[in-house]
């Protein structure tokens, strides 16, 4: 069986780096791989950092440090951030109970800091803390068949509820499969297994049972903009979570956690000095264009594209909140586009209604539980 990397090779791809790691931009024809995504079911490799961290205080350890509750029974998992003292998002992250031992799923390049730096506060409690990228492949299945998918390759019944996870195998090859929080917007779940099998079961996904589609992080980056889901590189970074509306991150009952404080001020308080919000333009802004309401600056653009889907420039904007809270009920929000206003109507997130829906669409603090 040909590597991962061969199979790549293979269809074409063309390979960029994120967080030091090499993966797939694309195959040829990302708008057509996007379209075949959205319409039926695709394949990805995802570029993650795995740390792995057992010790019989490990649940406690991990806990005491992370936005959200971490699970204490095996197949369930959660999604975390880990916060500044100032409560800005320093990472976010998957955390998975599997048994004896966690694992944590962060964006390429986040998975050493973060290992080192919890490694030299474990002090006396009983745990062990080992960066394992190198050891595993996370592949996504992503698409409105993505069920029958992996149905037809998988030997155990699909997860129906976000991040739990099962375990079985394809053919010969031991996996895991976890239920997304549809990311895509599309039903959607991530198949972990030992980097040295990554090959085989890449192939089975893509050309066993019900086929898929390859795809990389350019349909990656459309899909995920089109079902309004905020990523670390360009919406989380820096942030604080409250402007995001990023709810399903934070468990406030939890008690103490690293910004928990700050977090937890401007969640009682119900004023979040920012939103995030959609917008549609004629023409397609940089990341970091400012947005007007009238002649005043109210915000900037994190991330934009032409819309497959739609066939129209769509954008993720953070702006201040009473622009967010109108949604420019104004009728004057324009956008900066080589130098020139250009009209930016507001709309309400996702861009395109799919199969599923993204964990990760913006939450009102006001009501930080709905």
Partial sequence: MRSLAELHESHGATVTERGGQSVVAQYGQPTRTHQAVRSGVGVIEHGVDVLVVTGADRVDYVDNVVSNRVPTTD??????????PRGRIRTDMYVFNAGERLLVLLPPGEGEPVGTEWAEKTFIQDVDIDLATESFAVLGVHGPQATEKLASVFTTTTPEQPL???RGSMGDVGVTAVRTDGLTGEEGYAVICDSADAGEVFDTLETRGLNAVPFGYQSWQTLTLEAGTPLFRSELDGAVPNNLGLAAAVDYEKGCFVGQEVVSRVANRGRPTKRLVGLRTDRVPAADAAVFDGPESVGTVTRAAESPTLGKPIALALVDREVGDSLGASGSLTVRVD????????????????????????????????
């Fill in 164 to 166: 739990r996870f099962v």
């Fill in 339 to 370: 130098g020139e206003e250009r009209p930016a109507t507001p709309v309400t997130l996702p861009f395109v209604e799919g199969s599923d829906r993204s964990g990760r669409l913006p939450v009102s603090d006001d009501n930080p539980a709905e």
């Fill in 75 to 84: 197949g369930r998992g959660v999604y975390a951030l880990l916060l500044t």
